[in-house]
């Protein structure tokens, strides 16, 4: 693989499941990103992470949950899908979170819950 | 708060040129981003500005004057392929991006 994977490419969900996206980069960046984008609003973050091991929030946490057990996956779940949780997700990644540091995009899952 | 303007969509000419504004108020500057997004798949990097002035880059340049918290990114010789939403995204004090909604270029034979 090249770059940053995510699964799955999308999926509906019934309210109250559990669901766990998943994202996998091989550049060995240091850090990583969750964002959601909706109809007529900007990206937002979800959560990041700026090295293996730690995670923070970012504007829109609520409702979901991080890890970064290695320098490769940040998988992102949802505990109990709600349908303001529709949306495309976007993994981004950069070598680290300052300067001129470009972050690099996944192609994004397409979540309807329904 | 925090915000990111653009305008929402565009028409601009085959072969033509295009700017698109982006105006900024954000907690703080960390430099300034424009990426490229087609329907349906990632953004992708365009250019970065920290200091006021013009960054060339091909066909595309991008403008920064921090004193006007104010952005644009100019686009020639347009080609059908230019067709893309067009990102505008602010680092903050804290580093994080903050993302304008981004504009709807359509390109017109």
């Known amino acids: 693989i090249a770059g940053i994977t995510q699964a799955p490419t999308s999926q509906i969900l019934a309210a109250g499941r559990r669901m766990t996206l998943r994202c996998t980069q091989d550049?060995?960046?240091?850090?990583m990103y969750w964002y959601r984008q909706d109809l007529g609003l900007g990206l937002r973050l979800i959560h990041y992470s700026n090295t293996a091991g730690t995670t923070g929030k970012g504007e829109v946490p609520d409702g979901y949950s991080v890890s970064r057990a290695n320098t490769d996956d940040f998988p992102l779940t949802l505990a109990s899908a709600v349908p303001s949780q529709t949306s495309v997700y976007f993994c981004?990644?950069?070598?680290?979170?300052?300067?001129?540091?470009?972050?690099?995009f996944g192609p994004g899952t397409r979540l309807t819950v329904l | 708060g925090q915000n990111i303007d653009q305008p929402t969509e565009m028409t601009a000419t085959e072969g033509a040129i295009v700017q698109i504004n982006c105006t900024y108020q954000?907690?703080?500057?960390?430099?300034l981003f424009w990426y490229q997004q087609h329907a349906g798949e990632a953004p992708t990097f365009l250019s970065y500005n920290v200091l006021d002035g013009l960054e060339e880059k091909g066909r595309f340049s991008s403008f920064l004057s921090r004193s006007k918290g104010y952005s644009y990114l100019l686009l020639k010789e347009l080609q059908m392929k230019d067709s893309a939403s067009y990102l505008c995204a602010v680092r903050d004090s804290n580093y994080q991006l903050i993302w304008g909604a981004g504009t709807k270029l359509i390109i017109k034979p």
């Open positions: 550049m060995r960046h240091n850090a």
């Open positions: 981004a990644s950069s070598q680290d979170r300052g300067g001129a540091d470009t972050q690099y």
């Open positions: 954000t907690s703080g500057f960390n430099g």
